[in-house]
């Protein structure tokens, strides 16, 4: 039991020994905010706590009762117009133009487990006793509305999800026109804001800011979660590190246009509330119509930034990502693209993938123009039939000779798009995303198929399904590699129009369900333009992603530590590609392009047959090593040890949940001139008190002194020491497996 209620006061505790989360209900019948953060073992009583809730002169009080206001009390899921002047979590406009409701308690339901959220991703329980979940339900009787807000615990993780259901009991239709997933009063401003925002190629870069009075905010509205902006945020305190300190933190489980804010008010309270971005959402509800809203988890860490992310990571491996390849090892791969980019024929694709086999690959991904007439981006999206003039035997024998040399077959696929002169554009000039009587849009040389229609779904799905039945398909790598402009449906009324962008969305969800159940041996990656839309909400149904385009070793440092922060070290697909790297110039060693990639998926983006002898042979042996290890990347606990936001050094490790083995990676930019002689890095999460045996060092060291001393590097060049120096110049990597001598 987690769920504990005072039924007198009107009192609800969510508590799991890790976790507290306390809200009640106010005078008014709204919901009040009073506690998140550390578990607390037992509170029977929140009332001494409220005597302070009083109005200022220059505050409006509620009805008759000067001394309530709600502009100066911590809500749970504060709605729009009647004395509070922060932004709302939820606003309705009626058909006589009002913005007011009020919705009042009701009564709450307790249920073991965790509730499926119809049509969305959302985390969930196999075992009802995993978790236990609390449904708040409110009604508004003018409005004839009721208003469900649903909170989940889970039995053994410092996570509370939320999520919020509104149903039209009413004969009169209304209009939501801000519907946010979950809101939370927190009551100072005395933390740093991160986010992670960047750009293509460099996605999920750390940015951290300090509250201030006012509204902090990132956000989409390019119909997609974005390369700009993660739907992520965390609050420290100023003193907190990757070690130690509070966090509190919220991840949108959606992959579409979002909104998560934090607003400071005049009494340093902080709002935050995370959900769907109410610029072009309005969603018509009639006569007993419904929506539920997408899910939010919130994550509270006393152990610092790793703490927080660990938390996520094991949430997001047993109760988000699910099916066959929850618990599966990833098989290496080796994808064409940057080998061959659009020029190949079947010659020189299985002369890559024999190689590939060679070395010790298993899954052969052949990318994007291997169907219709594509030979550059401007054509036969949409067209998914084999290009004969590349496969003149057909896409089914070429995928028989791949499945011959002992590999799976995966094929790149970008289901929501038509290219414009594409035979299936032709047939249907009315399924793409347009505006009437406006011009359209190009991205990529690429129209977006309107998903918001069950036909276009139900057609792609039938020409994916034929696809995967004939080659006997492993793997799809699922790209979308522009976001959507002129948003509108024809197949919409007028009034419904600014419900498109989350039709779209659960259009994409829908193929994926319906792929899924029928091919569950398939394993999907996502993909968006690299990583525009890496999130929670797909990974419910492509357990991986390729985390950006950008293959550069050295920029993946930043994309992977970032990503690193809420999602799962084996959800990040990462690859050795070729040097000079493609997208920056850069040349690295192949040692360094793997020590980097280990930490993800691991696979391969280069043409084998032009390597040398000694690089195929590295290759073989990091292939071993990987997987030797993978189970322990896949589910260890990942610690994040230097930043490399904050300078030239990167290191991070996975530790074995029994702390019997770990893998450590250290990586060094630039050369430093004269570098000191001596260089350890301290570990973080291994048993103090057990002996560890260091391959590569072949020496064996206490678990405290690797921690709190630090493991030694080899020695570094100096510009004296060249014959005895083990390390020089620029893009350094060291990679280390530990292993408990006395386990």
């Given at each position: ?6 039924e007198?006061?009107?009192q609800f505790?969510l508590?799991?020994?890790?976790v507290?989360?306390i809200?009640?209900?106010?005078r ?8 998140f953060?550390k ?5 029977e009583?929140?009332?001494p ?13 509620y009805?008759?009762d ?6 100066t ?9 009647s004395?509070?002047?922060?932004e ?6 009626q058909?006589?133009g ?5 919705f ?8 073991k487990?965790?509730?499926i959220?119809?049509?969305l ?5 196999e ?12 009604e ?13 615990i889970f ?9 919020a259901?509104?149903?039209?009991e009413?004969?009169h239709?209304?209009y ?5 997933s979950?809101s ?9 804001m ?5 750009a293509w ?7 951290e ?11 989409s509205?390019?119909?997609?979660s ?8 965390a609050f ?7 070690s ?9 489980v ?18 935050i ?11 018509k509800l ?8 997408p ?12 703490g ?12 988000l990502?699910r099916?066959?390849w929850k ?10 693209w940057e ?6 024929n079947e ?7 024999t190689?590939?086999?060679e070395?010790?690959?298993e899954?052969?991904v ?7 007439k594509?030979n550059?981006s ?13 496969f ?22 970008e289901p929501?798009?038509?290219s414009?002169n594409?035979h299936l554009?032709?047939e ?5 995303v347009?505006?009437p ?7 990529r040389?690429?129209?977006?198929l ?7 779904v ?17 793997y799809?790598k ?14 919409l009324e ?5 419900e ?13 369900e319906k ?23 797909l ?7 390729w ?7 050295i ?13 799962p070290?084996y ?16 040349i690295t ?8 990639a280990?930490?993800g ?5 280069l043409?084998p047959?032009?390597?040398s ?7 073989t042996s ?6 030797q290890?993978?189970?322990?990347i ?6 994040r040890?230097l930043?490399?936001?904050k ?18 990676g ?8 004269n570098?000191?002689?001596y ?5 973080a ?15 064996t060291?206490?678990g405290d002194?690797?921690?709190y001393n630090g493991i ?7 510009g ?5 120096a ?17 386990f």
């Open positions: 039991m987690f769920i504990f209620v005072n007198k006061l009107k505790h508590t799991n020994g890790k507290s989360y809200f009640y209900v106010l008014n019948g709204h919901l009040g905010s009073f506690y953060g578990a607390i073992h037992q509170f009583d929140v009332s706590f409220l005597d302070g809730n009083r109005p200022t002169t220059y505050t409006s009080h009805y008759d000067r001394s309530f206001s709600l502009d009390i911590r809500q749970e899921y504060p709605v729009y117009g004395t509070d002047y922060r709302p979590a939820l606003s309705i406009r058909l006589n009002s913005h007011i409701s009020n009042i308690y009701k009564y709450y339901s307790i249920t487990g965790k509730p959220l119809e049509g991703p959302a985390t969930y329980t075992n009802e006793d995993d978790a236990e979940t609390i449904q708040i339900v409110l508004d009787s003018l409005l004839q509305a009721e208003l469900v807000l649903c909170y989940t039995k053994d993780l410092p996570v509370i999800t939320r999520s259901y509104i149903c039209n009413g004969t239709p209304f939501l026109e801000r519907f946010m979950a939370i009063d927190l009551p100072d401003k005395d933390y740093i991160i986010q992670l925002s960047g190629s460099r996605e999920r870069y750390i940015k800011r300090p509250l201030e009075s006012g509204i902090q905010s990132i956000s509205i390019r119909g997609a974005s390369h700009q902006h993660n739907p992520f945020l420290k305190r100023k003193d907190t590190t990757e130690q300190g509070e966090v509190y933190s919220f991840n949108f959606y992959s579409s246009n979002f909104i998560a804010q934090a607003e400071v008010d005049h009494y340093d309270t902080t709002r509330t995370m959900g769907i971005h109410p610029f072009r959402f309005t969603w009639a006569k007993n119509e419904h929506f539920q809203s899910e939010v988890v919130m994550v509270y860490s006393n152990s610092g930034l790793n927080m992310s660990q938390t996520y990571h094991d949430l997001y491996r047993n109760h990502i099916g066959n618990n599966a090892d990833r098989p290496i791969l080796i994808n064409n080998a061959t980019y659009f020029n190949f010659e020189m694709l299985l002369n890559i993938a190689q590939a086999k070395l010790g690959c899954l052969f052949l990318d994007d123009g291997w169907f219709g594509r550059n401007y054509s036969s999206l949409g067209d998914w039939y084999t290009n004969l003039e590349k003149p035997n057909g896409i089914k024998t070429f995928s028989q000779k791949i499945n011959q040399l002992g590999l799976k077959f995966g094929l790149w696929f929501e798009m038509v414009p594409s554009f032709k249907h000039p009315d399924w793409i347009s505006t009587n406006r011009l359209i849009s190009l991205g040389n690429q129209l977006v309107d998903f918001s229609r069950k036909e276009v139900e057609e792609i799905y039938n020409r994916m399904a034929a696809i995967i039945k004939e080659t006997n398909l492993s799809i699922w790209d979308m590699n522009r976001y959507i402009t002129e948003a509108y449906s024809p197949a007028n009034d419904m129009q600014d498109f962008y989350h039709r779209y969305i659960l259009g994409v969800y829908d193929l994926y792929l899924l159940t029928e091919f569950p041996h398939v394993l999907f990656e996502s993909c968006a333009g690299g990583g525009g839309r890496f999130d929670a909400g990974l419910f149904y492509a357990p991986q992603a985390a950006s385009d950008d293959t550069d070793p920029e993946r440092l930043k994309i992977q530590y970032g990503t690193s922060l809420a999602y070290i959800s990040i697909g990462s690859h050795v590609s070729t040097s000079p790297n493609h997208q920056t110039g850069r060693p192949l040692s360094t392009r793997a020590n980097v280990y930490f998926t691991f696979g391969y983006e043409d047959s032009i390597l002898d000694e690089e195929k042979s590295q290759i990091q292939i071993n090593f990987f997987k290890h993978r189970t322990l896949r589910t260890g606990d990942f610690h040890l930043d490399p936001f300078g030239n050094e990167t290191a991070w490790m996975i530790v074995s949940k029994d702390k019997r083995e770990a893998i450590f250290w990586y060094k930019v630039l050369a430093t001139p570098p000191k002689a260089k350890t890095i301290k570990l999460g291994l048993n103090p008190y057990s002996n560890y045996y260091l391959s590569g060092v072949n020496r060291f206490k002194e690797l921690m030694p590097l080899p020695l570094e060049f100096n004296a020491n060249k014959k005895i083990r390390r020089m110049g620029d893009f350094q990597s060291e990679v280390y497996y530990l292993v408990r001598s006395d």
